[in-house]
């Protein structure tokens, strides 16, 4: 751990403390947890921060603004060689290889201003030299955003108020029937009639998967259902695999008390399923999926209500997280908020190969923007979709 001194506008000192190794995080968890508490979507656990440093064994910088012996910030850097994939929605045009620094989980915690970034920042430049310094999708006006796009100086910033991705959450109330009820007059005819129908047929059971010994057989019927989505046709990213890095995950869950994934069967037949992360009071949902065989009984649409239900009743979480982007027209409809987050990337103007990535990125997103224009961008996706199907077969 290095330490860099500096005195703050108000006058009273504070320390930039620099982490450089697993083995010294251990005290700042704490400060993790809390600062991570108060953001308005997921953030991982310092247990899962530390977990994917310690298995990714890449370079990273874990800055900490510490003012009169108060922890008030912390970002966590990543450096990778990378080969990443460029193109229009999910059209995959080319690679190119890059020196990536990441911002972990996309968020600057605690303290935000131009003072304490642009020290993090700094440092990192001072560390690293990188092709591309990639943010993730921020909150459109949150404080990172607002101290990112007003940074004059030795880098640019990409983004595109253009493609504004909507992150969408439910915030859950006290009870389910006032969440069902706040929904909209088409969703709760539909949606939630059709969950409640289905739930009276005693051939429809679902299990909540938070116990050791529930793991093994969830990611066997998992898997089998992941198989037959349409979605498994998109690659890794869309699938749900049975394999020992996920059985790995779930236990380390399991242990930690942060394990729920659901499962629902019809007529003993596993039908459908979703796994997410938990942290705090908030409830990620990262990846689902159900047998077209059972479509229509919705089943997909019934486990997530039920999961919904489950969350209010059962446990003390506060957020639903739908995640970043995607044109799921099920988000909207089961959403009661949402944030509006663009995808911003910085890099230096004076060189070649940082400024082409960054044009090039503002580029591919202004075809898109046209593509959107003339056919519609629901049209646009579904042709994507076919395309990347008809490619990986």
């Known amino acids: 751990m290095e330490a860099l001194r500096q005195v703050s506008r108000s006058g009273s000192r504070m320390k930039i403390l620099t982490y450089k190794t697993t083995s010294d995080l251990a005290t700042i968890g ?25 298995i990714s064994k890449s370079d990273f910088r874990i800055l900490v603004a510490v003012d009169n012996s108060q922890v008030v910030s912390i970002a966590c850097f990543v450096y990778r060689n990378v080969t990443k994939p460029y193109g229009i929605t999910e059209i995959k045009l080319f690679r190119l ?22 020290k993090f920042l700094r440092l990192i430049i001072n560390d690293w030299s990188f092709d591309l310094l990639e943010l993730g999708y921020i909150i459109i006006d949150s404080p990172l955003y607002n101290v990112v796009t007003k940074l004059r100086g030795g880098l640019i910033v990409g983004k595109s108020r253009r493609n504004v991705a909507i992150q969408w959450l439910i915030k859950l ?10 929904l ?63 059985r790995e995950r779930l236990v ?10 659901y499962i629902a069967y019809f007529d003993g037949q596993p039908c459908a399923f979703a796994y997410g992360e938990w942290n705090h009071r908030t409830y990620l949902y990262r990846i689902a999926g159900y047998d077209p065989k059972y479509v229509s009984k919705s089943p997909g649409t019934a486990l997530m209500l039920w999961m919904i239900r489950d969350l209010i009743d059962n446990t003390d979480c506060g957020v639903f997280d739908f995640d970043v982007g995607g044109y799921f027209e099920y988000k909207p409809r089961l959403g009661n908020t949402s ?17 082409f ?15 959107g224009l003339f056919i519609g961008q629901d049209r646009l996706m579904q042709r994507a979709k076919r395309l990347r199907r008809y490619g990986d077969s």
């Not at 679902?206 to 979605?231: G, M, N």
């Not at 944030?339 to 400024?355: A, D, E, H, I, K």
Request: aromatic share 14%.
């Open 339 to 355: 944030l509006n987050c663009v995808r911003l990337q910085m890099g230096y103007p004076y060189r070649p190969y940082s400024f």
């Open 97 to 118: 290889s890059i020196k990536e620094v990441s911002l972990f989980g996309s968020c600057v915690l605690g303290q935000v201003d131009e003072y304490i970034f642009g």
């Open 252 to 261: 380390r869950f399991a242990k930690e008390k942060k394990l729920r994934c």
């Open 30 to 54: 704490d400060a993790w947890d809390r600062l991570s508490e108060p953001e308005p979507r997921f953030v991982p656990s310092f247990s899962e921060l530390r977990y994917e440093l310690e």
């Open 357 to 371: 990535l960054i044009t090039l990125d503002q580029i591919l997103n202004l075809a898109k923007n046209i593509l």
């Open 173 to 182: 109330p006290k009870t389910f029937a006032d969440y069902t009820g706040s």
């Open 184 to 246: 909209g007059s088409s969703t709760r005819r539909s949606a939630v009639r059709q969950f409640k129908k289905l739930e009276r047929q005693s051939a429809f059971t679902v299990h909540v998967i938070h116990r050791l010994d529930q793991i093994a057989k969830f990611l066997q019927d998992a898997e089998k259902i992941s198989r037959r989505t349409y979605q498994w046709n998109y690659g890794p990213g869309a699938r749900f695999y049975n394999d020992a890095v996920t």
